[in-house]
């Protein structure tokens, strides 16, 4: 079925569509983009919180460490098995970093607008703002989680096969079965 041409005004009201949403699109990556990379680059600030090196590092913190880097090396080891390439193996780290830190800042959210729906909000906004393990539980297994969850699952291009011979379209007998045949 043929389909009727679009006017002109329908054709740039068309192109304005898909202009904004590829810009959208291009901001969504971005913001999430650059979320995931400042939540990277500031895990060394909640690591060494204290300034005072390894002393300062708690028995949590020393398992953070050794199981990012692992992960990271299984990120990178995915990354060159399946051909993905340095940025975009970085891009999908970075990203799946920022949509872990965007689910942290929804939670974040929800609690403080639970906060302002209870009677007494000093009591438990006291006990959230005090020093707990949870919290360093929380944003640490979220960054195992993304890391892992970032290793590319399969190839984007399919590897290159070898050609398969074309099949004949009448079979085709040996020498041999020609003369018994005879």
């Given amino acids: ?53 390894l002393s300062d590092l708690s028995i949590l913190e020393w398992g953070f460490i050794p199981l990012l880097a692992l992960l990271l090396w299984r990120h990178v080891h995915y990354c060159k098995h399946f051909t993905t390439g340095f940025w975009l193996g970085f891009s999908r780290l970075l990203i799946c970093q ?40 929380i944003t640490f297994s979220s960054v195992l989680v993304a890391a892992y969850l970032a290793a590319p699952t399969s190839c984007k291009k399919p590897v290159n096969v070898p050609a398969a011979a074309p099949l004949a379209a009448e079979p085709t007998a040996s020498p041999e079965a020609k003369e018994a045949l005879q």
């Fill in 98 to 137: 920022g949509v872990m830190s965007a689910l942290k800042f929804l939670l974040v959210g929800v609690v403080i607008s639970g906060l302002f729906l209870i009677e007494h909000p000093q009591e438990l906004f006291y006990s959230l703002v005090q020093e707990s393990p949870l919290d360093k539980i």
């Fill in 1 to 53: 079925m043929h389909e009727k041409e679009l006017s002109l005004t329908g054709k740039l009201d068309n192109g304005l569509t898909k202009g904004i949403l590829h810009l959208l699109g291009w901001l969504k990556v971005g913001g999430l983009w650059l979320l995931g990379l400042t939540s990277l680059a500031a895990l060394p600030w909640i690591i060494f919180e204290y300034e005072e090196g």
